[in-house]
């Protein structure tokens, strides 16, 4: 049995910053981890994964460069670090921890989810 839960969302302005956590209970040991995001009137979509031990990790196109995304196992607890942030980047953001496949960037290979986290860019 595993909970998530995000935290950190907000409203920022265009090219601000904001640090996503998810904090687990239950087991995370040995499991990838992954962000998605739905913006209004979307399906929701894959943002960022990475494995457990935290050394690979996965981007779509659109946040690369702008995006991070970490883990803190000690803390159970994972991050998506956003900077440059963008109008198109207004979403509810998702923690998941994923399957045996590993850095998918499938909904379907992930288990558990989040209840997800409010991010609005605008000015």
């Known amino acids: 049995q595993v909970q998530l839960v995000e935290s950190g969302g907000g409203l920022v302005q265009p090219g601000g910053s904001l640090k996503l956590s998810c904090t687990a209970s239950?087991?995370?040991?040995?499991?990838?981890m992954g962000w998605f995001r739905q913006a209004p009137g979307k399906d929701r979509g894959f943002v960022a994964a990475?494995?457990?031990?935290?050394?690979?990790?996965r981007y779509v196109d659109s946040v690369k460069g702008r995006f991070t995304i970490s883990r803190h196992n000690a803390k159970n607890t994972m991050y998506l670090q956003m900077d440059s942030l963008k109008p198109e980047d207004t979403a509810v953001y998702y923690c998941?921890?994923?399957?045996?496949?590993?850095?998918?960037?499938?909904?379907?290979?992930?288990?558990?989810w989040g209840q997800g986290t409010q991010v609005t860019v605008s000015s």
């Open positions: 998941a921890r994923g399957g045996a496949r590993q850095l998918s960037d499938l909904e379907s290979e992930y288990d558990y």
């Open positions: 239950g087991r995370t040991f040995g499991y990838s």
């Open positions: 990475l494995n457990w031990i935290g050394s690979t990790t």
